[in-house]
């Protein structure tokens, strides 16, 4: 059965919850500069958003989940820890439900497809907001167990799983704590925890929740998968690559997302600085016959 567009409505419904909390977010910034917002705020964030980025785009998802290379024990609990202090599930959660997405994309036992109430109207409204957000609250837990007993059974990922709690807390007071004591006040303490902790995590909650909605309802698809996973470049650089979210269905264990011209891919990019010193190794980069087999038009003269 052919696809079938949206409606103008459906569009319009999408962008508004696409675009309007984004331009909230970042119109908070001027807004507030010279009124709790400084030059310690701003490299404390973008630090702390980094360091805890890479670890859910390199760590969690292309390491963890995917096997996309493999490293030695420092680096592997580096990547756990980092990840963990996301505060987006500890890493054998995040690994089993991100493992149950991809054998049931964009079906019934997805945790968090967007299509899971329909194709139109509120259906589609319901699901976008399932996709973001919703599926977080549901009861059910994806069990490690069935999907990542591989990581159950490493003792550091274990261990770094179990101490999770542990870990969101070291997230939150760290950034006041080096904010305080690089402006040896209390303002920059509270300043740090504002922009530094919650802003920050906030932020990238939300782009890594967009990789489950935005790019499953909206964008590019040049590679063949059997879901509706999209490429949408606008979100690739806070993504961290994450974005080209269509290839990586297509080929869930390449180490490199953004495969086409002109598709910046960091993650891909700290890949290959690790691997340049020797941090890493078996590194599954694409080939240009593994890319050109999975272009939707590979198989048009068969």
């Known amino acids: ?9 459906e569009q319009v419904l999408l962008a508004f919850f696409i675009v309007v909390p984004l331009l909230a977010l970042l119109a908070a910034v001027p807004l507030a500069w010279g009124w709790g917002l400084g030059w310690h705020d701003l490299v404390i964030g973008a630090v702390m958003y980094l360091i805890t980025g890479f670890g859910v785009t390199v760590g969690y998802h292309r390491l963890f989940t995917h096997g996309s290379f493999r490293t ?18 500890g890493v054998t959660d995040w690994v089993a439900a991100h493992r149950r997405h991809h054998k049931y994309s964009d079906q019934a036992a997805d945790p968090h497809s967007p299509w899971r109430f329909g194709h139109h109207g509120r259906g589609l409204a319901k699901g976008f907001l399932h996709a973001h957000v ?20 490493d003792r550091d990922i274990a261990a770094i799983s179990a101490r999770f709690p542990w870990l969101v807390a070291a997230s939150v007071l760290l950034p006041p704590l080096v904010g305080g004591l690089w402006s040896m006040s209390w303002a920059g303490a509270a300043t740090a925890l504002f922009w530094g902790a919650l802003v ?25 998968a059997r879901d509706r996973s999209s490429n949408v470049w606008w979100l690739a650089i806070p993504s961290l690559g994450e974005s080209w ?3 990586h269905h297509a080929d869930p ?9 002109g598709q910046i891919d960091p993650s891909a990019a700290l890949i290959r600085l690790f691997e340049k010193l020797g941090w890493a190794h078996d590194v599954r980069w694409p080939t240009a016959k593994r890319i050109a087999a999975r272009r939707v038009d590979a198989g048009a003269g068969r």
């Open 134 to 153: 919703g599926w977080l609250f549901h009861p059910e837990r994806t069990a490690p167990e069935t999907f990542c007993p591989d990581l159950l059974a």
């Open 1 to 9: 059965m052919a696809d079938q567009s949206k409606t103008l409505g």
């Open 245 to 247: 979210h269509n290839l």
């Open 72 to 89: 030695g024990r420092p680096l592997r609990i580096i990547l756990a820890v980092a990840g963990s202090l996301a505060i987006e599930m």
């Open 253 to 261: 264990t390449s180490a490199r997302h953004g495969v086409l011209p």
């Open 200 to 224: 920050r995590i906030a932020l990238l909650h939300h782009v890594t929740f967009s990789i489950n909605s935005i790019c499953h309802t909206i964008g590019t698809r040049p590679f063949a």
